[in-house]
């Protein structure tokens, strides 16, 4: 467990990865087998929309479980070829930060940390699924988390990435 430890009149900050773990994840291919063929025969190019989320409790004074959502959702025309959704947790030990820093902390230290589990579980759930590999391109979650808070202040929605 992390702990405030004074030293030299000072506090001192702790940051600790406890545990990182699948907390959930599916995966549906509602055209399946049809869109396969689909697939082969259009030249129409997939349309994949990325949908962001995260959240954090807290589970002692030092404790915090993050959980980051991913969900994925791969279009061919107006049909579904799949949809993957992924909630990658993390628990973290956090001492001797003011709130404002835990807020920072919690909303892009500890998704870019889960990010990398998270990306590996999707692309493991499509090629499985029967498609094409899909590797998720990095995500600067600093910068998304000071989007966030911009939005917040002036009162509007968060953004989707499409990609």
């Known amino acids: 467990m992390a702990e405030e430890i004074q030293a030299n009149g000072q506090d001192q900050v702790e940051l600790i990865l406890q545990k990182v773990y699948l907390k959930d994840a599916s995966f549906e291919a509602p055209n399946a087998p049809a869109i396969f063929q689909q697939i082969g025969e ?3 190019q997939p349309q994949v929309q990325l949908n962001l989320g995260h959240k954090a409790t807290k589970l002692d004074e ?6 980051l959502t991913l969900t994925l959702t791969c279009m061919l025309g107006d049909q579904t ?3 993957a959704e992924v909630h990658q947790a993390g628990i973290f030990g956090m001492a001797g930060f003011s709130a404002e820093d835990e807020e920072n902390i919690i909303g892009s230290y500890c998704p870019n940390v889960l ?3 998270a990306r590996q579980t999707i692309a493991s759930m499509i090629q499985d699924g029967g498609f094409p ?3 998720l391109q990095p995500i600067n979650f600093d910068a998304l988390f ?3 808070q911009r939005r917040q202040a002036a009162g509007e929605a968060a953004p ?3 990609s």
């Open 81 to 83: 070829a799949y949809l």
């Open 115 to 117: 990010f990398p589990f």
């Open 42 to 44: 259009t030249e129409e």
């Open 62 to 67: 030092t404790s915090r479980e993050v959980v």
């Open 160 to 162: 989707t990435l499409n």
């Open 133 to 135: 590999p899909f590797l």
């Open 146 to 148: 000071a989007e966030q």
